[in-house]
């Protein structure tokens, strides 16, 4: 993304509103917010594929398991899905109707994960499943979040560049930009993808 630029659409030409989104970003960047906010907007079921890593708490699901699940439901006719491993991006973003891509700092990282972890230190999380308890997670502060943008990150920028020719995609670059189209994000989906084409700036 261009330095200094916020956020970016790549557009589409639909006639009515999405039914199949994906949201992918980096731990702590909103994505569990903004997919409760759209599942209200639109109507539709939202699917954590943080559950899923999660199932066999305080064991961490196979690989295998978490992306067989996430493929099964992006096979349905409607959803949300609230994060998404790369090679299911790669493979099965075309089948969305839009995907919304966030990307902050590692700063902005540490910030919001820490938060939410002493939000709920020692309980569940609707988007992670009942058996999960939220603590301080050594994995999470010492390799998922400072690694993110060297080792995850580019993997997601390479299957949004297939994606892109196919499918609208929005992408946000800054925490305060993701805020401010999290709390009204309908025009500037609308306008993404071509059903209200009006020029929008979150």
Known sequence: MPEGKQWRAFGGNMSQDPRRIIIVGAPGAGKTTLAHRLGQIYGL???HVDRFWHDRWPDIAPVTEVQAKV????EMPEWIMDGITPPEL??????????VSYRIGMAA???RCAKRTWAHHGKSRADAG????D???HQLYFRTIPTWGTRIRPRIEHALSEVR???PVIEFASVAAIDRFCADPKPLISAALGIDPRSVTP
């Open 45 to 47: 079921p939202v699917h």
């Open 71 to 74: 493929r099964a439901i992006l």
């Open 90 to 99: 790669a493979s099965m973003g075309a089948t969305a109707d839009l995907v």
């Open 109 to 111: 990282r540490y910030w």
């Open 130 to 133: 009942p058996k999960y308890q």
């Open 135 to 137: 603590r301080f997670i």
């Open 165 to 167: 020719p196919q499918r």
